[in-house]
């Protein structure tokens, strides 16, 4: 997925946070691989570290629209389910990116509409 950087905070060579804007959102984002330029796209895989529970944290919706919006305290995942596997570990498209994440319980059919709410997302620069 492309992301365009709006804003970076965090001391340089530290953890760095980003504001991004992506074809269907904006939100924070934990930033893994070199130093964000403000205002450049970047091609980056989206990851989720936070274990989520299906009808807790993730769940099926009625609504088929992609998004990614802030949250008070988390980040909001509107995707599609593309796959669940045994041992949690999930993919979901999100717009004409893809995130992975581990998602525990009972998951709805691929291809379900889901939204998924996490703590932090991680968004991890493609060029390496």
């Known amino acids: 997925m492309q992301v365009k950087i709006l804003e970076v905070a965090g001391a340089p060579g530290s953890d760095r946070r980003v504001r991004f804007e992506s074809e269907v959102g904006q939100a924070w984002a934990n930033w893994m691989g070199d130093e964000p330029t403000l205002g450049e796209v970047y091609d980056v895989e989206l990851t989720v570290n936070d274990s989520l529970y299906w009808d807790e944290d993730i769940e099926a919706v009625p ?21 669940c596997e045994e041992d949690g570990f999930t993919v979901l498209k999100v717009g004409t990116g893809n995130l992975t994440l581990t998602a525990y319980g009972d998951p709805p059919l691929p291809g379900s509409t889901v939204r998924a709410t996490a703590k932090t997302l991680i968004l991890s620069d493609n060029r390496y």
């Open 63 to 83: 609504d088929e629209r992609a998004l990614i919006e802030a949250s008070d305290d988390s980040v909001i995942i509107q995707a599609t389910l593309e796959s």
